[in-house]
């Protein structure tokens, strides 16, 4: 088998990146190559941070080295990273590893990431989707089909009473309610910046809106504050985009916290953990509805691992990512190329906007 030879970071920037952490420490391409040309892309997280993480304690223990088996590798590198990032920043960046990891595998095997998951998958399967959008459904989505997530509270003043700001959330689920018709999914997400009675107040104040989901109410934080919603909020708690590792999912799993698990794939640790995360949430009769599903990297596992898939809409600011399938008429399927079906134009590396070390 090929030898690892290289091991490429970057983090391309494209003009509409939004000006904060999403693109500063959000996202960040990994390359790996081994001795016979293949290269593996995968992206994952932690800035130049997650970079430095790569190139001065991963890229050392993945060189010369076999790129099989990658699940050996991920105990590896977890284990290197465990004394200053078992979360975070240096598991993002070891995310993007792990599925650079996962697509040379695909690519040795000629085979998409979705069939390595699941020789029996749909390939050309629709998959159908949801758009997230931020405080208010915007004309072209409301005159779509598709799900629509609320992102919600962020523009509120802080000076608002409780009961005013419960009620300015609920006007905005009404409107969108008006917008999207009566059939179509709708959800809401807080992004973790209510605290438990807000939720709660909210969640009976929107009852009659038939939501399907209040995504990451609360901080990370407040386990005892889930576990009360899990129980008496009437509306499912959905998360885990701010999770890390199947281990971590493991204990939301156990106490459960959530309803509906969100892991972001390029995040929690890649696929390796991703894989573990769905056998969990499928022992728990949990459902997993994988965080910005519709980016190549996690509609894969959606395809294969999932008897119900939905993807969420990706970042539209990433479009360095060649190859990623468009929306169209509220689904999307995946590519049939091998590995991920991801393309990158080797100049990437080095181009102006592009950041490195
Ligand atoms: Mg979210």
Redesign the pocket.
Known sequence: MPTICDVRVCQPITANSPDDWRTSIGQILVAIETSDGTIGYGVGGGGLAGMHVIESVLKGLLLDQESEPVEEHWSRLSRAVLPFGPEGIAMMALSGVDLALWDLRGKCEQKTVAQLLNPKVHLLQTIPTYQ?VWETVPPEVAAATTGV?L?LGASASSTLSQTAFVAALAKQVQQAREAIGEHRPLMV?A?MTWDLKTTLKFASRVEAFNLEWI??PLPLTDLNGYETLFQECPIPI??G??IFTAHNFRSIIDRRLHTIL?PDICWVGGMTEMVKIYALAREANLRVIP?RGAELWGLHTIAALDNQPLA?SGRPWMSWVGGQPKIIDGTIQLPERPGFGVEFAPSLFHAPTTKRL
Do not use: F, V
Request: no cysteine; proline share 0%; charged share 45%.
């Open positions: 997230t997530k992102h997400d992004w995504e990451e959905a998360g985009e701010h969100q965080h969420e």
